[in-house]
């Protein structure tokens, strides 16, 4: 995949720690201990500045979580330290159409709890903190904040006023823009460290004054470690790979290109098999297909050049972080036109693709639609829920009830219903694997070297 992608709580916490000394983690039974309670918390990392009165959590937190789970983390954190502390990280809740993480600020202002989040996007506070909404309203809202932001607002989280938290808007991450909230992230909490540790106040502005480029400076730490590099190929040759790998071999999967070559993937050249080596030879195959490559490939070629050409630009613009609400309109406008851009020439080189190759085309269609009813089937299977299979991913492993922690075994049956309307589209789609099956293994037979 080419372009910045999505950030996990793995590289969450591995670019904090790069930046960051003394890192501790937290086990279950010792955090259960520590606040009297069975909270249900994952293992979670984090680091103590203590010249500075700070903790920092390195592993992000589910914003629909963050109310109950706070109180704990603060008397956590007050064993350790001996008095109330500051505290930074991350919390992933609703954007305005995907899952989206914000920074979250705690610390005590004249013995009151004070918590402000400092979102990169113009999300919605109420939409974000909660465990559900509407997807629609949340897309239409969003676009309406990105065009008039609104800078500062005030949530009360589950009718509590002691936990009031007052979200701010960077507005340096774009509305068009759905991967980089994780870059920000890092790169806001890095930044509101080193306000504190100047003896400023961590604000809106003071943010802002000190952002430069995050996308860039985050993904540079990722590039230095070879199992995280995969996450940043933005420059101009990954995308110009792309586009030829696409347009020359566009029905394999990228497991399948690994192993051809030109010879094979544009001349005809056959793999294996000594007869159909001898049969290219006689029947002038050398000649004719890539003869038949040149017409076929070559428009598609074009197009998909202007497709990556527009992708590239697009991933120019997400590590652009503009601080000004002019540039930020003129940065979200000219996203919006490179995926236009973009999805107006890759769209005809797709249909071009099928129109040129029918065989090849219908070959993945049947193939791919085989190995997904087939998982499907699986995955429709009842299976009991256990705290061990949930994600490591995750920083919380249930969902909190509004009048206590819901046990895990809550979970098994929350799943059974949803497994149980599965079994009648199982029977159901028996005849159709079987008919799918068949014409995938007709297809697979037709020669589509020319």
């Known amino acids: 995949m080419t372009g910045y992608a999505l950030l996990s709580n793995v590289e969450t916490e591995y670019l904090l720690s790069q930046r960051l000394t003394a ?8 955090f259960n201990a520590a606040v009297h309670q069975d909270v249900l918390f994952n293992p979670f990392q984090y680091h103590y500045d203590q010249e500075h009165n700070l903790f920092i959590i390195l592993t992000p937190i589910f914003a629909a979580d963050f109310a109950y789970l ?5 008397h956590f954190f007050q064993q350790i330290s001996g008095h109330p502390s500051r505290i930074l990280m991350g919390i992933v809740g609703h954007g305005a159409t995907e899952q989206h993480i914000a920074t979250a600020y705690i610390r005590s202002e004249n013995g009151q709890k004070a ?8 999300s919605n506070p109420e939409r974000f903190f909660a465990n559900s909404g509407s997807w629609l309203g949340a897309a239409f809202s969003g676009l309406f904040r990105s065009l008039v932001p609104f800078s500062n607002n005030d949530v009360v989280l589950d009718g509590d006023a002691s936990t009031t938290v007052h979200y701010h808007s960077l507005g340096t991450q ?7 909230c994780g870059y920000h992230n890092v790169a806001n909490i890095l930044t509101c460290r080193k306000i504190i540790a100047a003896g400023e106040e961590v604000s809106r502005d003071t943010i802002l004054s000190r952002t430069a480029n995050p996308v860039h400076e ?15 190929r933005v420059s101009f040759k990954e995308f110009m790979s792309k586009a030829w790998a696409e347009s020359m071999m566009p029905f394999t999967s990228p497991e399948e290109r690994k192993t051809l070559t030109i010879a094979n993937y544009f001349f005809g050249w056959p793999k294996e098999s000594t007869a159909l080596k001898i049969l290219y030879f006689i029947s002038l195959a050398f000649i004719a297909i890539p003869l038949i490559n040149v017409v076929r490939r070559t428009p598609v070629l074009l197009l998909n050049i ?15 972080a503009p601080t000004h609400a002019v540039t930020q309109y003129i940065r979200s406008g000219l996203l919006l036109f490179s995926l236009g851009i973009q999805g107006l020439f890759k769209a005809p080189s797709l249909v071009f693709q099928a129109l040129s190759s029918p065989i090849d085309a219908l070959k993945r269609v049947f ?6 009813s087939k998982t499907t089937n699986n995955d429709q299977k009842p299976k009991e829920s256990d705290k061990d299979d949930l994600p490591k991913g995750s920083n919380v492993q249930s969902i909190f009830a509004q009048n206590g922690l819901l046990e895990t075994r809550s979970l098994q049956s929350s799943a059974a219903p949803i497994a149980g309307l599965s079994v009648e589209h199982h029977k159901e789609t028996d005849s159709e694997q079987d008919w799918i099956d068949d014409f995938s ?10």
């Not at 993904?219 to 996450?231: D, F, R, S, T, V």
């Not at 050409?309 to 120019?316: D, H, I, Q, R």
């Open 115 to 122: 918590i402000d989040v400092f979102d990169p996007k113009s």
């Open 306 to 320: 202007i497709a990556e050409s527009a992708n590239f630009f697009k991933n120019l613009l997400i590590n652009w």
């Open 70 to 74: 706070l109180p704990h983390l603060e």
């Open 218 to 232: 985050i993904a540079g730490i990722l590039n230095k470690e070879k199992q995280y590099q995969e996450k940043v």
């Open 23 to 30: 890192v501790e983690r937290v086990s279950v039974e010792q």
């Open 367 to 372: 193939t791919d639609g085989s190995k997904s």
């Open 441 to 450: 293994d007709s297809v697979k037979s037709v020669p589509t070297n020319i």
């Open 174 to 180: 774009s509305y068009f823009d759905g991967v980089s």
